[in-house]
């Protein structure tokens, strides 16, 4: 479980401290966009009240609430499968991975009401209209981790 906290705490703070800088320090949240390497990499600030790509962003304080409740769950979920199932090194790093994700998007919409998405990437004349943040990143990758990464236990 030691792997687990740390790297949960290691994604949840470089994800909180991307976003106080971006959102803070660079002041997006008032400039609204920001060109790192055009077309590729720009920030782009977005408030996402909903899940991914602003599904259900349109349900208000309750749709906040529902979502925090549902990341916990999914945080406890996962803590205790890696508590009871003893997986492989590889994928408790994962579980730590989503864990600290989960983890920073609660903690953004307890503070600001919603996720602080900033990371906009197009490419070949595509302008991607969405953005993400680290903790997105950490979440699709954690879960995918665990679901790939080989195990410590072998098929019978």
């Not at 660079?26 to 920001?34: K, V």
Request: with cysteine; charged share 10%; glycine share 8%.
């Amino acid at each position: 479980m030691r792997t687990v906290f740390w790297v949960a705490f290691w994604v949840f703070l470089l994800d909180q401290a991307t976003k106080y800088l971006v959102v803070h320090m660079l002041d997006l949240r008032s400039l609204g966009w920001i060109e790192v390497w055009p077309p590729f990499l720009n920030l782009r600030m977005a408030w996402n009240t909903g899940i991914n790509f602003g599904i259900l962003s349109d349900h208000g304080a309750v749709m906040r609430w529902a979502l925090i409740a549902v990341a916990l769950m999914i945080v406890a979920a996962v803590l205790w499968w890696v508590h009871t199932e003893h997986p492989g090194r590889l994928q408790r790093f994962a579980a730590g991975v989503l864990v600290g994700g989960a983890l920073g998007n609660v903690v953004d919409r307890l503070i600001y009401g919603a996720v602080a998405d900033f990371l906009n990437m197009s490419c070949c004349g595509i302008d991607n209209p969405f953005a993400f943040n680290v903790a997105d990143l950490a979440i699709f990758s954690g879960a995918f981790g665990i679901v790939l990464l080989p195990g410590t236990k072998k098929p019978s």
